[in-house]
């Protein structure tokens, strides 16, 4: 099960949370929809290839990734979306495309957008396209560290 590996480093740190099982939905949206979360309050994962290093950008279902912004912000000379090739070995306990945001399992460096800070909680896939974590913000800042931006549209 994917979610197992997250619940348990949650559990380690003492983070409260809900796990919302719903029906199969595969964009960040449906999946709010679907879980009755918020869009703003959904997180969704975009891997980037900066540089050729991969990166987790994470923002509001509601929002797009603007990738001038994100290079500007990093640095790097070339920023682009990953495509499923480059990043699928990389999660292999999860589903393509329900990665949590939790790049630091990883080995991959986060980027969430500032939005996300106006909520005090996140809501996020779990591994799987049927399972979704709510948590704290707080507590999601203090695991993952994120370096926080303003990348999205």
Not at 112 to 132: C, K, Q, Y
Request: proline share 6%; glycine share 6%; hydrophobic share 45%.
């Amino acid at each position: 099960m994917p979610v197992r590996k997250l619940k348990e480093i949650l559990d380690a740190h003492g983070v409260k949370y809900i796990s919302i099982v719903h029906s199969p939905a595969y964009t960040a949206q449906e999946v709010a929809a679907s879980a009755h979360i918020p869009g703003k309050a959904m997180a969704k994962v975009v891997i980037v290839d900066l540089d050729g290093e991969l990166a987790m950008a994470v923002l509001p279902a509601t929002r797009r990734v603007v990738l001038q912004d994100l290079r500007e912000l990093t640095g790097c000379e070339r920023a682009r979306f990953a495509s499923e090739e480059m990043f699928q070995a990389r999660f292999p306990d999860c589903e393509i495309g329900a990665m949590p945001p939790f790049g630091n399992l990883y080995g991959m460096e986060v980027y969430a957008a500032e939005s996300l800070r106006e909520n005090p909680e996140i809501a996020f896939n779990a591994g799987s396209h049927t399972e979704v974590i709510k948590m704290a913000w707080a507590d999601f800042e203090r695991l993952v560290k994120p370096k926080m931006a303003m990348f999205t549209t």
